[in-house]
């Protein structure tokens, strides 16, 4: 059984309340309820019920993370067959079985309600994660591949995005940083967009944009946080550092289920092409 099977089967071994606690209530119900009872009694259980643990911090990950797309779906009045199919395919990466698509899709739809709590959930989320920036890196991901679910962001759904990231107290150019990598990801060979316009057979293309990631030189420099004048050793302090933040097995010692491993490689393999693309452009 994968983790979020030992969240959704019903043998809870943490406790956690709040607009979260009442999100996973509503969907799983009965089972839900007995295992908070059954730890409300228990004094050994007293570490898993502190903001933090492991396990209110992947329960909390999974609630926002669903919840809150279902949201942003909704944001600009209707949710198109393109973000359904975006949460579907985070479901698929996460390995979810039917059950826990199910439980999935009810949080989906629990974010469209009218009534959705955004600020409650994403600020609670904000405080079980403490000091795990990474996985709010991903959480963000996530919601972002919502906005360009249908090839293009909506107005109302960046104003969405940005409350989200306002609550996170997430920094805006980290968010810039995050935008690239989404499209960079849309755009590569079996991303959403099929990969996009202008490439050659090789690397790169005659407009300077990697083959393998769809990323531009432009895009290259901003991904990395350095200007055109940056010289090697500043750029090359600015490729590790990014690597260090999104390296998978960091994720998952931070907190992050193992069955997201695939999304965070995706992220890596875009930071080298624009590595590479500004080294290229400088020729080193």
């Keep these: 059984m994968n983790w979020w099977g030992k969240l959704l089967g019903g043998g809870f071994g943490f406790l956690i309340g709040g607009p979260i606690g009442a999100l996973l209530g509503a969907v799983l119900g009965h089972n839900f309820d007995n295992g908070l ?16 643990a492991q396990q209110r911090v992947q329960a909390a990950f999974f609630t926002a993370t669903f919840a809150t797309m279902g949201h942003i779906s909704k944001a600009d009045g209707k949710v198109t067959p393109d973000e359904i199919k975006v949460a579907e395919s ?3 990466q996460m390995q979810l079985s039917a059950e826990q698509r199910k439980v999935a899709i009810d949080l989906f739809h629990q974010g469209k309600e009218p009534d959705y709590d955004l600020k409650a959930v994403v600020e609670q989320f904000r405080i079980e994660c403490r000091r795990r920036t990474n996985l709010m890196q991903m959480f ?5 591949h919502a906005v360009y679910a249908d090839g293009k962001s909506h107005p109302a759904e960046e ?4 409350d989200v990231c306002d609550y996170l107290k997430y920094p805006k150019f980290m968010l810039r940083q995050m935008e690239i990598l989404v499209r960079a990801g849309r755009a590569s060979p079996g991303g959403a967009n ?15 944009v990697d083959k393998t990631s769809g990323l531009s030189l ?30 998978p097995d ?6 992050l289920p193992p069955e997201m491993i695939k999304i965070a490689t995706e992220k890596t393999q875009h930071i080298k092409a624009a590595y590479e693309l500004v ?6």
């Design 37 to 52: 009872k059954r730890l409300q009694l228990e004094e050994d259980d007293a570490e898993s019920l502190k903001p933090g």
């Design 90 to 92: 985070v479901m698929l």
């Design 140 to 144: 963000i991901e996530i919601q972002l």
């Design 159 to 162: 104003k969405v995005l940005q």
């Design 194 to 208: 099929q990969g996009g316009a202008n490439r050659g057979s090789s690397g790169r293309s005659s407009a300077g």
């Design 218 to 247: 432009a895009d290259a420099y901003q991904l990395l946080g350095v200007d055109t004048k940056a010289q090697q050793p500043e750029v090359k302090r600015a490729y590790r550092k990014l690597m260090s933040q999104h390296h």
């Design 250 to 255: 960091k994720l998952v010692a931070k907190g």
């Design 279 to 284: 080294k290229e452009a400088k020729g080193w």
